[in-house]
């Protein structure tokens, strides 16, 4: 069973539930936009039986702050806060969509925080056709103000962003959700080649591929993540 902590890093209070041997080497999960901690919950058991296993609340999301102030850099700035308060590094991490963007900047800026990395179903840093995203009705777990700032990088990335993709040192996982998805795939295919380290691998689910095939996503990262270090290889 997972526990439930929250830790000040700085400005804001991010919510984790961690679970895992506590001497088990540490891993990090990073969610999608408008997701939380809980959105792991179908692979975390499994990644945990090696991993001292942090699935975070980004700012704005979940049971953490809702500071009102977002961007990609500020929730990167976030989690390198969290591994200093924890005494964390490196570690592996796992980043799915937006939090795989967040993911990659901080193996790029802070490539020796970072062991072994893994993009789910990730874009690209490519300026996009921009769209106008809805408010859904009720109560939401998270704090729509995320949208329209992290839309608003995503649509229109940083230049650099591309550049420092040749940055990451650490061996890197990308995991691609082939046709169904509606993130381009060739894309995904660029951001694994990219990546100095980079093995694309294609699960034909969809852009969520953790939820529609938890077993296929556990058997690819949990190999990954035990592998001795050899090149790897692409397809």
Do not use: N
């Not at 795989?100 to 900047?105: D, M, P, T």
């Not at 800026?109 to 809805?134: A, C, I, Q």
């Not at 169904?180 to 093995?199: I, K, N, T, Y």
């Not at 694309?200 to 035990?226: C, M, Q, Y």
């Amino acid at each position: 069973m997972a526990d439930q902590r929250s830790v000040d890093v700085g400005e804001v209070r991010l919510a984790c539930r961690t679970s895992g041997p506590p001497d088990a080497p540490p891993l990090v999960l990073l969610h999608a936009l408008g997701e939380d901690a809980t959105d792991w919950e179908a692979v975390l058991p499994a990644l945990a039986r090696s991993r001292r296993a942090y699935a975070l609340d980004l700012r704005g999301h979940g049971r953490s702050d809702w500071p009102g102030d977002y961007s990609l850099e500020l929730m990167q700035a976030d989690v390198l806060g969290f591994l200093d308060a924890l005494g964390l590094g490196p570690v592996d991490l796992i980043g799915h969509s937006m939090g795989g963007v967040v993911a990659y900047l901080l193996a790029a800026d802070h490539p020796r925080r970072v062991g072994r990395l893994v993009l789910e179903d990730v874009p690209v840093p490519r300026p996009r056709k921009p769209t106008t995203p809805v408010r859904p009705d009720g109560a939401l777990t998270f704090d729509w103000e995320v949208v329209p700032a992290v839309r608003r990088q995503i649509d229109r990335p940083d230049p650099r962003w591309l550049e420092r993709l040749g940055r990451i040192t650490a061996e890197t996982l990308v995991l691609a959700g082939g046709p169904r998805s509606h993130v381009p795939q060739d894309g995904v295919a660029e951001l694994a080649r990219r990546v100095a380290r980079g093995r694309l691998v294609t699960i034909p689910v969809g852009h969520l591929i953790h939820h529609a095939a938890p077993e296929a996503f556990t058997e690819a990262v949990s190999a990954f993540l035990a592998a001795d270090g050899a090149a790897p290889g692409r397809r």
